[in-house]
C-alpha cells in the first residue's frame, strides 16, 4: 500500500498507510500492539475526513 499514489486531498493520510492491513485479524493485532497515543492520533485525524473518503472511493466500483 505503501507505494501507491495517494490522492493530493489525502496525502496527509498516508503515514497511516501501515494500517490498510489484508485481513482483519492482522488490523486487530495491529490495534492491540499500538499504544493510547497512537490510536489516538489515527482516530482523531482519520474519523474526521471519513465522509470525504466515502466520497472518494465510492467513484470505485466494488
Known amino acids: 500500500m505503501n507505494d501507491t499514489a495517494w490522492p493530493a486531498e489525502f ?3 498516508q503515514r497511516f498507510a501501515p494500517w490498510a ?8 493485532r495491529k490495534r492491540l500492539a ?3 497515543t497512537e490510536l489516538t492520533d489515527l482516530y482523531t485525524t482519520v474519523l474526521p475526513r471519513m465522509e470525504a473518503l466515502a466520497g472518494h ?6
Open 11 to 13: 496525502q496527509d493520510l
Open 21 to 28: 492491513l489484508a485481513t482483519e485479524d492482522a488490523r486487530m
Open 57 to 62: 472511493l465510492a467513484q470505485y466500483p466494488l
Open 34 to 36: 499500538s499504544g493510547m
